[in-house]
């Protein structure tokens, strides 16, 4: 018989989640990002961004500032395993890198993609309060 593995499924934990990851897990969740979107925004591979979930030590320092962008929050809101998880108020992971990549297009492709956003969020809108 031939055994079908799926690569995408987590694990099920050993042992109960540090801290710092779960953390770090609740963080990326609220910013909507899986550990492959989250690890290709910071330049990291996917088995990091994994180990640091599952990790009692904070990711390293040079990857801390890039985390925190990608996600949305402050490096202190990574570190600081006192407060609450903060609310975004803006765009985070892949929606603000979009935004980022749009930002340097031309003021005319600007206002074309201003349009279509605006539409399909009023169709939403519609469809949502219907």
Same mark, same amino acid.
């Given at each position: 018989?031939?055994?079908?593995?799926?690569? !995408?499924?987590?694990?099920?934990?050993?042992?109960?989640?540090?801290?710092?990851?779960?953390? !770090?897990?609740?963080?990326?969740?609220?910013?909507?990002?899986?550990?492959?979107?989250?690890?290709?925004?910071?330049?990291?591979?996917?088995?990091?961004?994994?180990?640091?979930?599952?990790?009692?030590?904070?990711?390293?320092?040079?990857?801390?500032?890039?985390?925190?962008?990608?996600?949305?929050?402050?490096?202190?809101?990574?570190?600081?395993?006192?407060?609450?998880?903060?609310?975004?108020?803006?765009?985070?992971?892949?929606?603000?890198? &979009?935004?980022?990549?749009?930002?340097?297009?031309?003021?005319?492709?600007?206002?074309? &993609?201003?349009?279509?956003?605006?539409?399909?969020?009023?169709?939403?809108?519609?469809?949502?309060?219907?």
């Amino acid at each position: 018989m031939k055994r079908v593995y799926n690569f !995408l499924m987590a694990r099920p934990l050993t042992k109960p989640r540090a801290k710092q990851g779960e953390r !770090l897990l609740k963080l990326r969740l609220e910013a909507g990002l899986s550990q492959v979107e989250l690890a290709e925004l910071i330049g990291e591979p996917q088995q990091n961004v994994a180990y640091w979930e599952r990790s009692e030590k904070p990711p390293r320092s040079d990857s801390l500032p890039r985390i925190a962008k990608a996600l949305g929050v402050k490096v202190e809101d990574i570190l600081n395993l006192e407060t609450e998880i903060p609310k975004k108020n803006g765009p985070t992971g892949r929606l603000q890198k &979009i935004f980022e990549e749009v930002s340097e297009l031309p003021r005319g492709q600007q206002q074309k &993609i201003i349009e279509f956003v605006s539409a399909f969020v009023a169709q939403y809108k519609q469809v949502k309060t219907a």
